[in-house]
């Protein structure tokens, strides 16, 4: 018996360099050299495979997950060269070879999928690849022991200049005590009315943000554990853990971490992106921020706070629909952030990069949000810049009434428009600030029944539901929306 471990795209890869060595039908030296690959000086025998279904990428076929297409693509290349001296008949066969190829691929999917269903005893508990198909599980962040965090320059690119001299004097301390018990008694009844919903509800551990910590390059105090969103993105049955741009979330990661380990061990794929060393070099120590006047000229010529010294992404910054996920580079998401994306998830999903015109760009979902198959909530202050590609695409935007948060309400770090930052139960239900009875008025025009509740105190942390949110699974599978 034959076993191959290592080919261009791992164990896969060699598999299939092993099949097509079977089914060599010429002796052109494109296929001598596939034989060659896995002969050696023994002859051909059949393969066994392993069924793990944990694999890891660049494992085993027997995960259901693998990316069978990509990593065979060296081999289909080489099995297509077609050397000067060919015929072609030898060349018919070698597209013959890429047929049989195409038909195995999809036949070892299939086992695959049989294999796995045998080991495991439940279906994988991370699968979500909307905003909008039906919520079975959910992480809700948490507000305790929320910490301001130090005012540096990449805090105060995104922040404010009402509320500069509260991060000047409050940075590394807690938030105002009493507004923080008021936002941990709305989150705990968001997560009842959650849970009277249908949806199951997990939380992130209870961290002390206060203590001090460093690392070769800085020193901070942490943030908090309330914004899932921000540091998680499902993508199908993997849970991307992003690397984040501000100091003071470096280590957020820690509160999550019991629950990533425990949805790896029951079957999901879990990827954390390289984490940014946050050295100098990846901010503009000199960003001329004077007043939010300042910010909205240097947006507008493509200026942001952080540079592209290495990749650093929020997940908050990428928004999904089925096979499409949209980014924008904003002061806390680099391109090299998005493209680390868009390699990491090619060639099942794209990743499609928009802007708009937003004087702070800082997570999409509350510019930017879509609450169904082709139908998306734009914010009439950011306009999306690239809004054709939408429409040309059979796209609907809505756009929403101005918010009714008072202009004196506390916020710290977001906008008034987190009035539709709203959460997706389904196509049919979503979550809606109690106090915004205009944008729930919008959704019931659309035929979509809003859940009112109230998190005012809790929007003063920095987000809406969305943000406050991580959907870890929902009932609906692979498709296209934009085409």
């Keep these: 018996m034959l076993r191959v471990r290592c080919f261009r795209g791992g164990s896969r890869g060699a598999e ?199 690392t070769p390059d800085f020193k901070s105090t942490g943030l908090y554990a309330a914004m899932p969103r921000d540091i998680l993105l499902v993508v199908g049955d993997e849970i991307i853990e992003a690397p984040m741009a501000w100091r003071s979330r470096f280590f957020e990661y820690r509160a999550f971490r019991p629950l990533l380990l425990e949805y790896f061990r029951r079957g999901a794929r879990w990827t954390t992106a390289p984490k940014p060393l946050m050295q100098d070099e990846l901010y503009n120590k000199d960003y001329p921020v004077f007043s939010v006047k300042d910010r909205n000229a240097l947006v507008e010529k493509g200026h942001f706070v952080t540079t592209e010294h290495e990749p650093c992404f929020d997940a908050a910054d990428f928004i999904r629909a089925g096979r499409d996920i949209f980014a924008q580079r904003s002061q806390v998401t680099n391109n090299s952030g998005i493209e680390w994306m868009r390699r990491h998830l090619w060639p099942r999903f794209r990743v499609h990069k928009v802007s708009f015109r937003d004087p702070n760009p800082m997570h999409i979902d509350a510019t930017f949000n879509i609450i169904g198959p082709g139908l998306v909530i734009s914010n009439p202050d950011r306009p999306c810049k690239q809004i054709e590609m939408f429409k040309k695409a059979g796209w609907k935007t809505i756009t929403p009434p101005d918010p009714l948060i008072p202009h004196d309400h506390p916020l710290w770090m977001s906008s008034r428009w987190l009035s539709i930052n709203v959460l997706m139960l389904d196509e049919h239900r979503v979550l809606v600030e109690k106090e915004e009875q205009t944008t729930q008025k919008m959704f019931e025009k659309l035929g979509i029944t809003p859940i009112p509740v109230s998190i005012r105190f809790a929007n003063s942390l920095g987000g809406g539901f969305h943000c406050w949110t991580c959907d870890i699974r929902r009932r609906g599978g692979y498709a296209s929306y934009f085409d």
């Design 16 to 214: 299939s360099a092993h099949f097509l060595a079977q089914k060599h039908i010429s002796t052109t030296p494109r296929h001598r050299f596939l034989c060659s690959l896995t002969q050696g000086p023994h002859h051909l025998k059949p393969l066994q495979y392993h069924p793990f279904p944990f694999a890891p990428r660049g494992g085993f076929f027997t995960n259901r997950n693998s990316r069978i297409s990509a990593t065979i693509s060296p081999i289909r290349r080489l099995a297509s060269i077609a050397p000067p001296h060919q015929t072609p008949a030898q060349s018919e066969m070698g597209t013959d070879v890429e047929n049989e190829l195409d038909m195995f691929i999809e036949r070892e999917r299939d086992n695959s999928v049989h294999a796995e269903s045998k080991e495991r005893r439940e279906p994988c508990p991370v699968n979500s690849y909307t905003e909008w198909d039906p919520l079975e599980e959910v992480i809700v962040g948490r507000a305790e022991n929320a910490c301001v965090p130090p005012f540096t320059v990449e805090v105060k690119a995104n922040t404010s200049e009402n509320y500069w001299n509260f991060f000047k004097e409050n940075g590394g301390k807690s938030f105002p005590k009493e507004h923080l018990k008021h936002a941990v008694a709305q989150i705990s009844e968001l997560c009842r009315v959650l849970e009277g919903e249908g949806v199951t509800v997990r939380r992130p551990d209870i961290v002390d943000w206060s203590k001090p910590y460093s």
